[in-house]
């Protein structure tokens, strides 16, 4: 069964740091670029970050720059969002997504990302 399972949201002060990361199975997660979105209730979902197969690509989202890192380890088939500085609008459902590209496109719609996890929920407190 093909599956994005992301795991490590929670509720964290302004300021503080979280680990979000996203386990995939096998063959969705084989030569596939991987990204992070989010969404807040009501709102379209806004890209957040995106790696490459290899890792030597990574895209941010301007509200992401300098606060948040997105890695991969593709020998157990994760990759990761390190926040920091998190600030209270931060605060989203944030989803794991893969695409069926190596690398990320900008110039595609959702830079190319064909399959979503259900998400996990950040908050951050003032």
């Known amino acids: 069964q093909v599956q994005l399972v992301e795991s490590g949201g929670g509720l964290v002060q302004a300021g503080g740091s979280l680990r979000l990361s996203c386990a995939a199975s096998?063959?969705?997660?084989?030569?596939?670029?991987m990204g992070w979105y989010r969404q807040a209730p009501g709102q379209q979902r806004e890209f957040v970050a995106a790696?490459?197969?290899?890792?030597?690509?990574?895209y941010y989202a301007d509200s992401a720059k300098g606060r948040f890192t997105i890695s991969r380890d593709n020998a157990k088939n994760t990759v990761h969002l390190q926040m920091n500085s998190l600030k209270p609008e931060d605060t989203d459902v944030y989803y794991c997504?893969?695409?069926?590209?190596?690398?990320?496109?900008?110039?595609?719609?959702?830079?190319?990302?064909?399959?979503w996890g259900k998400g996990t929920l950040v908050t951050v407190s003032s």
């Open positions: 096998g063959r969705i997660f084989s030569s596939s670029a």
């Open positions: 997504a893969r695409s069926d590209r190596v690398t990320p496109n900008p110039n595609l719609n959702n830079y190319g990302m064909d399959y």
């Open positions: 790696i490459s197969w290899g890792g030597g690509t990574t």
